[in-house]
């Protein structure tokens, strides 16, 4: 998938989980602040859907961070170990360990819970792809779901789907928010 679709897909997902986050972490905040953490929230799972990717030398995330990509994302096969539920494992307990280090702080909660959704929604949208990704690894089978081809037809209407999805959760979402 290209990084538009994986953007609208992280968004989506986000949304989708914005109630767990809502009712479990924000409940207690004045409308304005919350917004603001809502959109932290939001912008992170932007940048956690890009992640994964930092294993493709020519990928956005990489091109915006060669230093990332050269220390480790030159290190694997791409959609091998940063396509993984064990990375996502690894991602997660960092951020946990990071948000039990800032006292529970409300603002490093939306920024690990959002950018492990985004990072999830990547591993799933990849998983729609006729490449696939290694889900179990070390394991080096691919896995996918279905046989769409990056930057194909199929993928272009997955995009504009994902948009007409994403319009209506984004007013859904805030209406109900506010």
């Given at each position: 998938?290209?990084?538009?679709?994986?953007?609208?897909?992280?968004?989506?997902?986000?949304l989708l989980?914005?109630?767990?986050?809502?009712?479990?972490?924000?409940?207690?905040?004045?409308?304005?602040?919350?917004?603001?953490?809502?959109?932290?929230y939001?912008?992170?799972?932007?940048?956690?859907?890009?992640?994964?990717?930092?294993?493709?030398?020519?990928?956005?995330?990489?091109?915006?961070?060669?230093?990332?990509?050269?220390?480790?994302?030159?290190?694997?096969?791409?959609?091998?170990f940063?396509?993984?539920?064990?990375?996502?494992?690894?991602?997660?307990?960092?951020?946990?360990?990071?948000?039990?280090?800032?006292?529970?702080?409300?603002?490093?909660?939306?920024?690990?819970?959002?950018?492990?959704?985004?990072?999830?929604?990547?591993?799933?949208?990849?998983?729609?792809?006729?490449?696939?990704?290694?889900?179990?690894?070390?394991?080096?089978?691919?896995?996918?779901?279905?046989?769409?081809?990056?930057?194909?037809k199929s993928?272009?209407?997955?995009?504009?789907?994902?948009?007409?999805?994403?319009?209506?959760?984004?007013?859904?979402r805030?209406?109900?928010?506010?």
């Amino acid at each position: 998938m290209v990084k538009e679709t994986h953007a609208k897909g992280s968004y989506i997902f986000a949304l989708l989980a914005l109630p767990f986050v809502d009712n479990n972490f924000l409940n207690n905040y004045d409308v304005l602040y919350k917004l603001i953490l809502v959109l932290v929230y939001l912008y992170f799972s932007y940048a956690g859907c890009l992640f994964p990717d930092i294993d493709l030398k020519n990928s956005y995330i990489s091109k915006a961070h060669p230093l990332l990509y050269k220390l480790f994302g030159s290190k694997f096969r791409h959609r091998s170990f940063t396509h993984s539920l064990l990375f996502l494992y690894l991602l997660s307990y960092l951020f946990d360990i990071l948000v039990k280090a800032t006292d529970n702080n409300i603002t490093f909660i939306c920024i690990s819970s959002g950018f492990l959704v985004g990072y999830l929604s990547h591993l799933c949208l990849d998983l729609i792809t006729k490449e696939g990704i290694e889900l179990f690894y070390p394991v080096t089978i691919n896995f996918s779901i279905l046989p769409i081809k990056t930057s194909s037809k199929s993928e272009k209407i997955i995009y504009k789907a994902l948009n007409f999805i994403f319009i209506f959760l984004i007013g859904y979402r805030f209406y109900i928010l506010l």
